[in-house]
């Protein structure tokens, strides 16, 4: 029993492909991996709201996994015609009404992202954190917290240098889902694209607040922030090219 408890915990810090990977090595890590729970987990950190229905999906998890994930192609994109030395993040938070952070944020801030994580993070955020997969985060100097019971929203702009112009990424929202398993407050806005663009599918911007687990359940202990386009841009030249087809004012 206890090898099994230890498989799940290892099981719960694998991506998808590398757990569908493990059904074939024997029939007891087959039968580890079809623990429905193992895939809700991935789930919510995919689809965070699917995960917050009353109602559980009339399908398991894992077939939801199966449905909706799908390997990109892998494609070679021209040089984009942004660079982010030419660009600049706006990052607003507040409590209630009063303002608790506010920021302007470089690239070489974000592209350094938190090389040396701070006491006390979980093991899976930290395992986040160490990875080599692209990330756009700021450690947060100096630290601050926020209470649980009062509405905590966020702002994210853009602007550019060469002209100017400025566009939107998460216009005031409220972080309206904490994920437990990665201690990641989490909020999500469609971007605006440009009228030249009018075809573009909705693509999510998410933004999370990672804090530590400090033992406290009502108070969130913040050292970083995160910005994301989940699948729609996973490296530099992808979010580069998102960046500029916003609608910029």
Known sequence: MLYVEILKVVFLLLEGTDRTSCVAVSKQWRDVTQDDYLWKCLCANRWPFICKRPNPPTVTYYKLYQTFYKHQRQQT???PRLSFD??????????EDKLI???VVSDPVLQTG??????????????????????????????????????????VLVGRKDNNKVACIINKSVFDYINWTTYRAMKFDYLGFSPAHPFIPGIRAWISLLFV???????IDAFGIEIDFCNAAKSRDEVL?????????
């Open 101 to 103: 952070f506010s920021e």
């Open 86 to 95: 030419n660009l600049e993040f706006f990052i607003d938070i507040w409590t």
């Open 241 to 249: 090219w998102l960046l500029d087809i916003l609608d910029w004012k």
């Open 213 to 219: 687990d400090d033992k406290n359940d009502s108070v």
């Open 77 to 79: 994109l021209l040089p």
């Open 114 to 155: 938190i090389k040396c994580p701070p006491p006390r993070i979980c093991d899976r955020l930290g395992f986040h954190l160490e990875g080599l997969d692209y990330k756009m985060i700021v450690l947060v100097e100096p630290r601050f917290k926020a209470p649980l019971g009062e509405t905590i929203s966020v702002s």
